[in-house]
């Protein structure tokens, strides 16, 4: 493979993120020859573990997450590019024991840092690096979230670009790489059906929903002091958003697209927080836990567990065009997907292009047909393109984390977020959230579509949540 040599060092190799996300990636970067010849993974841990007894934990989690069936002897392959090194992440002493051992892995390959912890222990993690003397031309991939508000990360960036250079600093949302994330700017950019008509004057609205089917899970510590608002919306829906409405960028470099999509953020407006904003909690449905149930949740938490928002964009191409979002936990489906719905021509029912992120990938396009047999009625149908049918095409789709990490590799930033984003992101979640009054949060029952006043939200413009019918995964499970 005709890539430079590469150490990478995971800062928390030892949480739920390498396990389930990492190391399975790097894997199946592994098999379809993505990695360099010269290639070493430096697990950093505080645990007492050695090498072998950490190939050993990290072999079932290959199992269980690779998308491709794991041999045994490419797995023992790959686990030879695995070191476990243990050491305190934010006492010095052990920088200088990694610098040392580095030299005895490959002293001259590039660095990549992975800091796959919390973002209260980024700043002390670079700055060590620095006082060691290991961050000079070396890259480094921050997780998200980029802070937990704006103060924070604004403070993280002046700590990270005082040791590293901004063209080094890999700012990750994961969401922005996934396959259908990506494949909005082919459909947008590669379509003349699509790219000429993609504005105000023929769109009538936007909506982009993130729907989980879980609840907070294990998180309650974490979540309750985050809310909907700050962990999806912040980054991942804005992030969708900004691709789905920016300006074709003069050439796909990091730069250029960065550039457009901080266009966007920068002229997103609500029009009043009071009726364009709609926070929900989940209840009980009688067998599953109420949000204020949920463990490590205060038993008055008014957090929100759902969020719906109607937005507008001061933009030449998007003045009059809704913009609506909701994401939401305990909802009666799980989806990630973004809705166009066309202006309708005459009163016939309006053309409806769905672009499906999660768990199905597809494309569907509802258009208007003569109805079969004599006269000229008009009937409204569909065609649906499942990229995530079949087994074959789901492994041919990489993971997010694949595309994030052999980018990474290739020094390429185009799916890693510019600070402007980061800082223009919080900017305007934090208006919200000062402005928002937790106190009006609407309860929902677990396994709906969310509060009542979240349909309101649509309907006073005349407009309503599509959820079509699509043919997906579970079609195809139906036929069977
Ligand atoms: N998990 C995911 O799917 C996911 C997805 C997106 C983003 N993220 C982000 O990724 C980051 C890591 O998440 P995670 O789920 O992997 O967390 P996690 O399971 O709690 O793992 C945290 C890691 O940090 C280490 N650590 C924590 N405190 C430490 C300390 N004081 N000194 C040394 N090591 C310490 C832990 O080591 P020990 O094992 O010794 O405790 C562990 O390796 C977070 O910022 C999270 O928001 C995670």
Redesign the pocket.
Known sequence: MNKKPHIVTI????????Y??LLPAFYNLMETNHLPDDFHIVII???DLTTESYRELAKNWIHEHSRYKVHDEKLEEFLNYVTYFEM???EEEGYHRLKEYYQSLSPNACHLYYF????A?FEAIAINLGKADLASNSKVII???FGNDLESAGQINKTLTSIFSETSIYRID?YVAKEMVQNIFTIRFANTLFTNIWNSDNIKSIQISANELVGVENRGNYYDHTGALKDMFQNHLLQILSIVTMDKPTDFEAESIHEKQEEILENLYIESINDDVVLGQYTSDGNSKSYRDEERVYASSTTETFVALKLGLHHPHWENTPIYVRTGKRMHKRATEVVIEFKALNNEKPNVLIIKIQPDEGVYLRFNIKKPGQGNDVQTVFMDFCQSCNYENRVNTPEAYERLLNAALDGDRTLFASYKQVELSWMFVEDIVNQVNHQDIQFYEAFTSGPHKAHELLKRDGNHWIEEEVYGENYISSIE
């Open positions: 800062f928390g190799g030892t949480g739920d993120l390498t389930r996300k841990g505080r645990q305190i992440f934010t796959a912890v919390a973002p222990f997780e998200k979230p994961h």
